[in-house]
C-alpha cells in the first residue's frame, strides 16, 4: 500500500500568514464582520499550500467566513493555532472525517476570542502602552521630539516581534494552548495582569494628570480669605484628579461611554468651569 506524504506548512508560507495578519488584521472592518477578512486574508495562503483542488480551497476557506473579533496583538496566538488545526484538517482528508473539522475550528475560535480579548486589552491597552507612553511623554517634555520617535521605533518593534512570537507559539501549541488560555491558569493571568494594568495606569495618571481649582473667596477689600484648592491640599492633596480619573472610569467602565464622549464631556466641564471662575485657562500647575 502507497503511503501519503505528511503535509507540513513550510516556514516561508508560515511568515506570509503571519505578515498578512500583521499588516491586514482590520481589513474591510466593519461593525457587521470585524477582523473576519483580515482573518480570511491570513488564512489564505495556508490552504493554498495545503490543498492542491481548488474545490477542497474553497471548502477550507468557508470555515473561516464566521464572525471573528479579538484584541489584535495577542490575537495572533488564534491565528497561529487555527493554522495548526487546518494542517491537521488537510491531513486527515478535506472530508471533515476525522477529529477536526469546521466546527472544531470554529468552536475553538469562538471560545478563545473572549479570553484573549481580555488578556489582551490588559496587557496591552492597559499596560504596555501606558508604560510606553509614560516614557515617552517625559522624553518630550520642552517640545522635544525624541519621545514621539521613541514611541513609534518601540511600539513598532514590540508589536512586531511579540505578534510573531504569538503566531509561531499558537502554531506549534495547536489545541494544546486553549488549555493554557481558558482554564485555571489563564484566568491567573488575566487577573494578574489586570492587577498590574491597574497599578500602571494609576501611576500614568498620577504622574501626567493635574486638576486644580481657582475658586476664592475675597472679602470688601478684594483679598482672599478662602482659597479652595489650598483648603483641598491640607485635606487630601490631588482630591480634584483623584475625582476626575474615577469619573472617567465611572463613565466608560460602568455607563459604557465611549471615550470620546468622555473627553467630549470633559471638554464641556472645563469650559463651564472657566466661566463660571472654578477653573482658571491661565493657572499654572
Known amino acids: 500500500m502507497a503511503t501519503i506524504d505528511k503535509k507540513t506548512l513550510s516556514r516561508k508560507t508560515l511568515n506570509k500568514a503571519f505578515h498578512h495578519w500583521f499588516y491586514g488584521h482590520l481589513t474591510a472592518f466593519s461593525q457587521e464582520h ?4 483580515g482573518y480570511l486574508t491570513s488564512m489564505l495562503p495556508i490552504v493554498e499550500e495545503l490543498y492542491d483542488n481548488k474545490e477542497d480551497q474553497e471548502k477550507a476557506m468557508k470555515t473561516y467566513t464566521a464572525f471573528f473579533n479579538t484584541e489584535p496583538q495577542l490575537g495572533t496566538i488564534i491565528v497561529g493555532i487555527t493554522a495548526s488545526l487546518e494542517e491537521a484538517r488537510a491531513n486527515q482528508g478535506i472530508s471533515n472525517e476525522g477529529g477536526v473539522d469546521d466546527t472544531t475550528i470554529n468552536g475553538l475560535r469562538a471560545g478563545l476570542m473572549g479570553p484573549i480579548a481580555g488578556i489582551g486589552d490588559s496587557l496591552v491597552v492597559g499596560t504596555l502602552i501606558p508604560v510606553i507612553l509614560g516614557i515617552a511623554l517625559g522624553m518630550s517634555e520642552g517640545g522635544s521630539p525624541l519621545g514621539a520617535i521613541f514611541y513609534i521605533i518601540v511600539w513598532n518593534l514590540l508589536g512586531y516581534f511579540g505578534m510573531r512570537f504569538a503566531f509561531f507559539k499558537g502554531y506549534e501549541l495547536g489545541d494544546k ?15 494578574a495582569i489586570a492587577t498590574i494594568g491597574g497599578m500602571v495606569v494609576g ?4 504622574t501626567w494628570v493635574t486638576v486644580r481649582t481657582s475658586f476664592q473667596l475675597k472679602n470688601s477689600s478684594g483679598k482672599a480669605y478662602l482659597v479652595l ?3 483641598l491640599d491640607s485635606v487630601y492633596p490631588g482630591l480634584l484628579t483623584a475625582g476626575f480619573i474615577v469619573l472617567c472610569w465611572w463613565l466608560m467602565a460602568k455607563k459604557n461611554i465611549s471615550p470620546i464622549k468622555v473627553m467630549l464631556i470633559l471638554v464641556v466641564v472645563a469650559l463651564v468651569g472657566v466661566l463660571i471662575g472654578f477653573f482658571n485657562p491661565g493657572l499654572t500647575y
Open 34 to 37: 470585524m477582523q473576519t477578512f
Open 177 to 191: 494552548a486553549v488549555g493554557i488560555l481558558i482554564g485555571a491558569q489563564g484566568k491567573a493571568i488575566r487577573k
Open 229 to 231: 484648592q489650598n483648603q
Open 203 to 206: 501611576g500614568v495618571a498620577a
